[in-house]
Nanobody, 122 residues
Framework: QVHVVESGGGSVQPGGSLRLSCKPT????????VAWFRQGPEKEREGVAR????????YLYDSVKGRFTISHDNAKNTVYLNMNNLKPEDTAMYYC???????????????WGQGTQVTVSS
């Protein structure tokens, strides 16, 4: 069964950078809309960014605009979330989700990863 696998989380100081990766496994060659969500301690899951890989069209939520970027390596069929100027409020479990179409609500995405923890602390 196809699912997505995230990697790249870790701990950084404020102002630092991390890159998260998301890849469908097994890779059947299907191109998805891939979205990143995050859920901090005692917070609801919120959208971070998404990319429609067939066209490269991207969307970033306001909380991360100017600091995060999302990209897709077509040859590797891997989506990257580049996170710069990280802030303590970015601390959360980050989840990758995929679906043939881009969705607004997290529960509309069919494929989910297990999540990768990002901690921003001095």
């Amino acid at each position: 069964q196809v699912h997505v696998v995230e990697s790249g989380g870790g701990s950084v100081q404020p102002g630092g950078s991390l890159r998260l990766s998301c890849k469908p496994t097994p890779d059947t060659g299907i191109k998805y809309c891939v979205a990143w969500f995050r859920q901090g301690p005692e917070k609801e899951r919120e959208g971070v960014a998404r990319i429609y890989t067939p066209t490269g069209s991207t969307y970033l939520y306001d909380s991360v605009k100017g600091r995060f970027t999302i990209s897709h390596d077509n040859a590797k069929n891997t989506v990257y979330l580049n996170m710069n100027n990280l802030k303590p409020e970015d601390t959360a479990m980050y989840y990758c989700a995929a679906d043939p179409f881009c969705r607004e609500r997290p529960n509309e995405y069919k494929l989910w990863g297990q999540g990768t923890q990002v901690t921003v602390s001095s």
